[in-house]
């Protein structure tokens, strides 16, 4: 499917991207600036998406890309862009209770890191995936003909239906969410500009009155 | 490729624990976001990461399951940068702290 790296170049590969990621991130943590911010968050992403394709998920990983790197990071941008009014230096990055707020993920991390060595699933051996055409047959269930559910019957196409819905209704959502505020600034306009429309009406009210 | 299962699992906690206090500490609303956005890149990863250990229908699962998690994550960007959208032109400040009025 896509050339098999050696053991060693593996390695040396997972534990590159495992550095950048995790420093990435530690930069995004203390960083000051939002587009600072957003950059090292591409970073952590463009290093996951690598590690995707190490760990056999092409597709995750182009996804990783398209998806994440591309799509909502732009649209992160953007927005920071649009409403970037010079203020974001002036909020404070921590407040006191950020100690509580550092100490519970390190606790988390502790624990998560104590326990894994001791679960059975790490063991096992790594199983031969298919490709890309393996999991559109689960997915999609393309046994049969069609849709079919009892063929396989995991049932993961409607969950991919239910999330292009997810997807509209958000879209739809942000839509009207982000827009109602112009609406309510054009209907001050509006507002400012109602009595000279009205004078404009009169005139033309009166015009033809003065004209018979 | 022999990529250990202990240090991806490993990796995914750090970069969720590194999430976790970034949304926990930051208070400029941008900050909140990126690192919900983190911590839903670390579980992915994880994911994926056991997808590799577990054989079968649980390996699929594994591996279909981002694809879920990264368009619910891309609908959550889209209507949370919406709502910050919202909230900033009518508050003016990128504070998360002063979006308390519900508090009082």
Same mark, same amino acid.
């Given at each position: 499917?896509?050339?098999?790296?050696?053991?060693?170049?593996?390695?040396?590969?997972?534990?590159?991207?495992?550095? @950048?990621?995790?420093?990435?991130?530690?930069?995004?943590?203390?960083?000051?600036?939002?587009?600072?911010?957003?950059?090292?968050? @591409?970073?952590?992403?463009?290093?996951?998406?690598?590690?995707?394709? @190490?760990?056999?998920?092409? !597709?995750?990983?182009?996804?990783?890309?398209?998806?994440?790197?591309?799509? @909502?990071?732009?649209?992160?941008?953007?927005?920071?862009?649009?409403?970037?009014?010079?203020?974001?230096?002036?909020?404070?990055?921590?407040?006191?209770?950020?100690?509580?707020?550092?100490?519970?993920?390190?606790?988390?991390?502790?624990?998560?890191?104590?326990?894994?060595?001791?679960?059975?699933?790490?063991?096992?051996?790594?199983?031969?995936?298919?490709?890309?055409?393996?999991?559109?047959?689960?997915?999609?269930?393309?046994?049969?003909?069609? !849709?079919?559910?009892?063929?396989?019957?995991?049932?993961?196409?409607?969950?991919?239906?239910?999330?292009?819905?997810?997807?509209?209704?958000?879209?739809?959502?942000?839509?009207?969410?982000?827009?109602?505020?112009?609406?309510?600034?054009?209907?001050?306009?509006?507002?400012?500009?109602?009595?000279?429309?009205?004078?404009?009406?009169?005139?033309?009210?009166?015009?033809?009155?003065?004209?018979? | 490729?022999?990529?250990?299962?202990?240090?991806?699992?490993?990796?995914?906690?750090?970069?969720?624990?590194?999430?976790?206090?970034?949304?926990?500490?930051?208070?400029?609303?941008?900050?909140?976001?990126?690192?919900?956005?983190?911590?839903?890149?670390?579980?992915?990863?994880?994911?994926?990461?056991?997808?590799?250990?577990?054989?079968?229908?649980?390996?699929?699962?594994?591996?279909?399951?981002?694809?879920?998690?990264?368009?619910?994550?891309?609908?959550?960007?889209?209507?949370?940068?919406?709502?910050?959208?919202?909230?900033?032109?009518?508050?003016?400040?990128?504070?998360?702290?002063?979006?308390?009025?519900?508090?009082?």
């Amino acid at each position: 499917m896509f050339p098999e790296l050696s053991p060693l170049l593996g390695q040396v590969y997972f534990w590159l991207f495992a550095v @950048i990621a995790v420093a990435c991130a530690v930069n995004l943590l203390l960083s000051r600036h939002p587009l600072i911010g957003v950059v090292s968050l @591409i970073g952590v992403m463009l290093c996951l998406s690598g590690l995707y394709a @190490i760990l056999h998920s092409p !597709f995750i990983a182009v996804l990783q890309v398209l998806v994440y790197a591309g799509a @909502i990071m732009m649209l992160l941008v953007f927005v920071i862009m649009i409403l970037n009014q010079g203020k974001d230096h002036q909020v404070p990055g921590f407040d006191r209770s950020a100690i509580i707020g550092i100490l519970v993920p390190v606790a988390l991390a502790w624990v998560v890191c104590r326990e894994l060595p001791s679960a059975a699933a790490l063991s096992q051996a790594a199983p031969e995936r298919g490709g890309m055409h393996e999991l559109a047959a689960r997915m999609f269930a393309t046994g049969g003909p069609g !849709f079919d559910t009892g063929a396989i019957g995991q049932g993961w196409w409607l969950l991919f239906e239910v999330g292009g819905l997810v997807l509209l209704a958000a879209v739809v959502g942000a839509v009207l969410l982000a827009k109602r505020h112009l609406e309510t600034d054009a209907d001050k306009a509006d507002k400012a500009d109602e009595p000279a429309r009205l004078s404009a009406d009169e005139v033309e009210a009166h015009d033809p009155h003065g004209a018979h | 490729m022999h990529v250990d299962p202990l240090s991806v699992q490993v990796l995914a906690a750090i970069l969720f624990g590194l999430g976790l206090a970034i949304a926990l500490t930051r208070r400029n609303i941008f900050f909140l976001l990126m690192g919900v956005e983190l911590m839903l890149n670390a579980v992915n990863l994880s994911f994926v990461g056991f997808s590799r250990t577990h054989s079968g229908e649980a390996s699929f699962t594994g591996h279909l399951s981002p694809l879920f998690i990264i368009a619910i994550a891309a609908a959550e960007a889209c209507v949370g940068l919406a709502m910050v959208i919202c909230i900033v032109r009518g508050r003016d400040t990128l504070d998360a702290d002063a979006y308390s009025e519900m508090k009082e």
